[in-house]
C-alpha cells in the first residue's frame, strides 16, 4: 500500500462562525460505531487515475459546501445546569466556519490488487440462487480496514475531539484502473440515510465534472436542522425534571434499557471500560441527580472469543414474495412487508441454528428505526443528522423457533405500529432528560440476541461517480461481531434484496447448511 495523498478538505466558500447543538437522538448514538460504507468499482474505459483524484476532490469540496458542518470540530457542549437540553452533560455539539476547523479528512492510496481479486460481481455473489435457497457469498477474506481509514474520529472514545474530524474519506486506486472509495463518519452526525444523501449529491456532482449532465441528484437537498427533531418532543424538555407522565408512556415502550455502567456485571468486557467511564458525568453532578432505571445487561451470553463470520445472502424478489405470501396467509394483518417476512424468516432460522430449540431464554431481534416519518410533523427524507432509536421483539428462545413466519412478522409490524408520533415524542422527552444520553443501549449482541439495520430505498448501487460506471459491490461498514444483520437492495437490482449476515461461526455454519429452508 503507497500513501500518494493525505491531506484535510474544507468548504470552498467560508460562512460566518456557527455553533450548532444537535439533536436528542445524535446524543444517544455517540457510542456507536461509526456510520459508513465502502463502494468498489471496476476500471472506466479512457480514465487515468489522476484525472479521477481531480475530479473527486473538486467535487467533493463542492459538495461539501452543502454540508458545511462536517468540517468542523465535533466535541461536547460545555455543560450549564441552569441552561437548557442542548447544555446537559455529553449533549454534542458541532463548531464550524472558524479558521481552527479539523476538516474532512481525505487520504489517496494505491494497492497493489484489481478489483476483481477482492470480490466477485453482483451477478457472480446471487449466481448460486436456486429453488428455495438464496446464494451465500462467503465475505470473510474482504478486509474493510484496507478501504476506510484507522485514525480515530471526534469523540470516538467519548472524550477525545480537539483536532480530530468527524468524516474522513480515502480513495483506494486498484490496479488495472479500479478505485474504491470508502467513507466512515461519526455516528452522531450521521445515519446510513444522511450519508446516502450526501453520497447522491457528489455523485452528481462529479459526473459533471466528466461532462456528464445527469438531471437531478438521487436524493434532494440536505435539511440540517437538529431543532426540527427536538421541537417534536412531547412537554418541556428545557425543564429541570422530566414529567412523570411522559416518562411513563415512554419506559411501556419496548426499548431495551441495557447499562454500560454496571461494569461490575458479569462478564462485562474490561477494554470497554475506559469508554464507559468518559460517559459519566463528575461524581458531584451525579450525588444530586438521579440516574434512570436500567435492566440487567446479558454480558455473559455474548462471547468476544468465538471467530464470527461474515456471509452475503441474496433473495430475489420470487423469495420475497413467496415469503411474503406465506406471512400475509397466516399472521392475521394485511400489512406485513416484504421486509417483515424476510426478517421474520431469517430470525427463526438463526435462532434455530444457534441451537437454541430448547432453551427457555429469553431472545431479541433489535430493529433500529428512523425518527423521521415517525414524528409530527414528519422530517424530510433529506434530514441530516442520526434521527434513529432502536426497539425488539422478544419471546423464549424455544417458542421463537417453533414459530411459523407469519406469527413473526405480524409481531415486527405490530411492535413498529406502536412507535406513533405521540409515542416517539414521550421517547424523545424522555431521552431530553437522561443523566447521561450514553449510559444506556437500546440493543444487544451476541447468541441472545439479532440486531437489525434496514439500508433499503436508499439506492447504494445507484452510486456513479463518472457516468456508466456502477459500483461491483457495496459494502456497508458494519462491527463484524455476532448477531449483526443489514440489509439492502440488491447489487444486481432485480428487485431483491442482500443481507449482510454476521453470525459466530458454528451458528453460520449450521445456519449455512440448512438454516434457509428450515421456514
Known sequence: MTTIESTRLRPANQLPPTSTPLSILDATVARFSPAGAIWIFDQHPDLDQKTLIDHLRASFIETLSKFPQWAGQLQWAPVNPKGNHTERFNRPLIVYETDTDPGVEWTVIEHAFRADEIVPTPEERASSSTGSQPSAWAGDAFNERLFISSNPLALANLRDYAGLPGMQVQVSLLQEGGYVIGVKMAHCLADAQTLMVFMHQWAHSSKKQFGNQPETPLMGEPVFDPAL???????????????????????????????????????????????????????????????????????????????????????????????????????????????DALLAHLWIAIMRARGQADSSRRVYMDLSLGARARVSPALP?????????????????????????????????????????????AMLHDAAHEVSPQQLWQAFLGSEHTLVTSWLRLRLYDVDFVGGNKPRYVHAVMPKMDGCLQVMDSGIQDGGMDVALYLDEGAMGRFLDGGCSWV
Not at 255 to 276: K, N, Q
Not at 385 to 412: D, K, W, Y
Open 381 to 425: 427524507d433529506t434530514f441530516v443528522g442520526s434521527p434513529l432509536f432502536l426497539t425488539h421483539v422478544g419471546g423464549t428462545a424455544s417458542s421463537v423457533c417453533q414459530e411459523i413466519i407469519g406469527e413473526t412478522a405480524n409481531r415486527i409490524r405490530e411492535t413498529m405500529k406502536r412507535f406513533t408520533a405521540d409515542a416517539v415524542g
Open 229 to 339: 427533531l427536538d421541537s417534536c418532543a412531547a412537554g418541556d424538555i428545557d425543564s429541570p425534571e422530566p414529567d412523570q407522565g411522559l416518562v411513563r408512556i415512554a419506559r411501556k415502550l419496548p426499548l431495551h434499557r441495557y447499562s454500560w455502567w454496571d461494569t461490575a456485571a458479569e462478564g462485562y468486557p474490561p477494554f470497554l471500560i475506559p469508554t464507559t467511564e468518559n460517559s459519566k458525568p463528575p461524581p458531584g453532578e451525579l450525588e444530586h441527580r438521579r440516574v434512570s432505571p436500567s435492566e440487567p445487561t446479558p454480558w455473559v451470553s455474548w462471547d468476544f472469543s468465538k471467530k464470527v463470520r461474515y456471509t452475503q445472502l441474496h433473495f430475489t424478489a420470487a423469495e420475497l414474495r413467496k415469503f411474503q405470501a406465506a406471512a400475509l396467509d397466516t399472521g392475521g394483518r394485511c400489512d406485513i412487508s416484504r421486509l
